[in-house]
């Protein structure tokens, strides 16, 4: 069984950044895609990151300019610049391929002065 751990989410004021780490418990192969997504209290979980095995990437608008996802062998990061209190919510990492889908337990990300 494959395990994702988050870390480096927290509390930063508005116009702050943060870093976002995903690390796989093993080598993965075969993952197509690899991403972050968040989810705001009551609100559904949203895409945020998208990175594929051949780097290409794409980006929620919201996030277009402040945030960049990257990744190192079974890593994957999330740069985080200019935050904004609508920002807070829940980061989840998915590593997916053709057999399996793979989530991390969540880390908490709070703009808020």
């Known amino acids: 069984q494959v395990q994702l751990v988050e870390s480096g989410g927290g509390l930063v004021q508005p116009g702050g950044s943060l870093r976002l780490s995903c690390a796989a418990s093993?080598?993965?192969?075969?993952?197509?895609?690899r991403a972050w997504y968040r989810q705001a209290p009551g609100n559904q979980r949203d895409l945020v990151a998208r990175?594929?095995?051949?780097?290409s990437t794409n980006y929620a608008d919201s996030v277009k300019g402040r945030f960049t996802i990257s990744r190192d062998k079974n890593t994957i990061y999330l740069e985080m610049k200019s935050l904004k209190p609508e920002d807070t919510a829940v980061y989840y990492c998915?590593?997916?391929?053709?057999?399996?889908?793979?989530w991390g337990q969540g880390t908490q990300v709070t703009a808020s002065s």
């Open positions: 990175i594929t095995s051949t780097g």
């Open positions: 998915n590593f997916n391929g053709l057999s399996f889908d793979y």
């Open positions: 093993r080598i993965i192969f075969g993952a197509a895609v």
